[in-house]
């Protein structure tokens, strides 16, 4: 018998997860893509380029605690 409740847990929690990853992601590139832009003109913004290396970053331990949590051998479950 499906445990709907638990079913629909994962889900949620699933379609959560990934608009973060997404979001996160495009933020990162999106942030690059004004760094390269601005670079080009000349009025090259070091905090910017810390910022979009930050989101990557951010993203990346996202990813990261996700595989995680999927793989048991990881934290011995």
Do not use: N
């Not at 608009?19 to 070091?46: C, N, Y």
């Not at 951010?58 to 990261?64: D, F, P």
């Amino acid at each position: 018998m499906i445990e709907w409740s638990s079913f629909l847990i994962v889900a949620v929690a699933t379609w959560v997860s990934a608009i973060v990853v997404i979001t996160l992601f495009s933020t990162a590139v999106r942030m690059r893509a004004v760094h390269v832009d601005l670079a080009a003109e000349g009025q090259s913004k070091p905090l910017l380029r810390v910022g979009y290396w930050a989101v990557f970053g951010v993203c990346s331990v996202v990813v990261l605690v996700g595989v995680y949590l999927i793989v048991p051998a990881l934290h011995g479950a």
